[in-house]
């Protein structure tokens, strides 16, 4: 149910700005969505589809996957997330909560936990595209 929270907040966000552009239509919406949050892309693009409004009838929504960044508080040392080097349950729990990440990820040259998401977290609208 992640994914769909996480869509219809896409969806109201979308319909504020294309009210507030006064867009009669709304063709694309490319949405940036942060590699640590694990989002089921099948899922959240059919939940896209369910609730779209009239005005995002003929609407595509793009969808591509900002690589996270991690840093170290410690050594400052800054490398990027690796998903595939964690376990099933691990992957699971990050994925419903992404700040249980500091408890099973740690900086590769001084294995401290205590890091910063510099790139990568979070749903971004970049861009809608319509017509007025």
């Given at each position: 149910m992640h994914e769909w929270a996480l869509?219809?907040?896409v969806i109201a966000a979308a319909t504020r700005i294309a009210e507030k552009e006064k867009l009669?239509?709304?063709k694309e919406v490319t949405i940036?969505?942060?590699?640590?949050?694990?989002?089921?892309?099948?899922?959240?693009?059919?939940?896209?589809s369910q609730l779209k409004p009239v005005s995002f009838k003929n609407?595509?929504?793009?969808?591509?996957?900002?690589?996270?960044?991690?840093?170290?508080?410690?050594?400052?040392h800054t490398w990027l997330f690796r998903k595939q080097k964690l376990d099933e349950n691990?992957?699971?729990?990050?994925?419903?909560v992404p700040e249980v990440a500091h408890v099973y990820?740690?900086?590769?040259?001084?294995?401290?936990?205590?890091?910063?998401?510099?790139?990568?977290r979070g749903v971004w609208l970049e861009s809608i595209k319509g017509a007025k």
């Open positions: 869509a219809e907040a009669k239509e709304v940036d969505i942060g590699e640590l949050q694990q989002v089921e892309r099948d899922i959240f693009q059919f939940a896209l609407a595509k929504f793009q969808i591509t996957t900002a690589k996270t960044e991690l840093r170290c508080r410690v050594c400052e691990t992957a699971e729990a990050i994925h419903f990820i740690k900086c590769p040259k001084c294995a401290s936990p205590d890091f910063e998401v510099t790139k990568g």
